[in-house]
């Protein structure tokens, strides 16, 4: 097991572009997570997977951003028609369950200009 | 409206010495409160964890103070080291609601020779 993994790790588009990132999680964790950080912030929670059920989605997430976990494997995040103000680190975590302290990924850090 | 307030932002502790980083939070229902370390490009690795149920935590160097009273934790690092240079980020979660985490602002440490 080689920890929580995410692609790509870097990733510039074009405003308006849509980009999709990859999250595989530690595979005997059944909850998945997913986290924006900015610069200079700490994370800030975007949505969760408890196996393939979304359960709770921030705010933060718009209807430009969707999430999927098929099959309660990976998951990938998908933002559409892409701002600049998207541009940050997305993070992925996971955790075996409820009360204990996650493994994040290394995150996929995308620019948008 | 920010759940978790860190202090300090930033911190420059010589070898040797005691890092210390202080959170307070504001949602009485948070009951996990785990500390995070991040370095550059990295994403966030838990560190060491509390509950409400102990005043104190203490694994190796690091010790996690806990008063539920004052709704306040500090991260004490002893015998702090030039590779303990790093973003320190507290958190805290409800476990009830999902176990998301609110992250406080970091405080960016650094160890001097």
């Known amino acids: 097991d080689t920890g929580v993994s995410q692609n790509p790790r870097h990733k510039i588009t074009k405003r308006g572009q849509n980009v999709t990132f990859r999250c595989d999680p530690i595979?005997?964790?059944?909850?998945l997570y997913w986290y924006r950080q900015t610069l200079g912030q700490g994370p800030e929670f975007l949505t969760y997977?408890?196996?393939?059920?979304?359960?709770?989605k921030s705010r933060l997430l718009s209807d430009r951003f969707s999430a999927e976990r098929p099959k309660g494997s990976f998951s990938t995040l998908e933002i559409q028609r892409t701002e600049q103000g998207d541009s940050a680190m997305y993070l992925c975590?996971?955790?075996?369950?409820?009360?204990?302290?996650?493994?994040f990924g290394s995150g996929t850090r995308l620019t948008v200009v | 409206q920010q759940q978790v307030k860190q202090s300090p932002q930033s911190l420059i502790v010589q070898k040797g010495g005691i890092s210390i980083i202080n959170c307070a939070y504001e949602n009485t229902a948070f009951d996990y409160f785990p500390w995070y370390q991040q370095f550059p490009g990295k994403g966030p690795a838990l560190l060491i964890a509390?509950?409400?149920?102990?005043s104190e935590k203490k694994e190796g160097r690091f010790t996690i103070s806990f008063n539920k009273s004052a709704k306040q934790f500090s991260l004490h690092i002893m015998d702090s080291q030039p590779g303990d240079s790093a973003t320190y980020f507290c958190?805290?979660?409800?476990?009830?609601?999902?176990?998301?985490?609110?992250f406080g602002t970091g405080t960016q440490l650094k160890v001097e020779l």
């Open positions: 509390i509950r409400p149920d102990v």
């Open positions: 975590a996971s955790s075996l369950r409820i009360g204990y302290g996650y493994t």
């Open positions: 958190a805290a979660s409800d476990t009830g609601g999902g176990n998301k985490l609110t």
């Open positions: 595979s005997e964790h059944n909850r």
């Open positions: 997977f408890q196996n393939e059920a979304q359960l709770e």
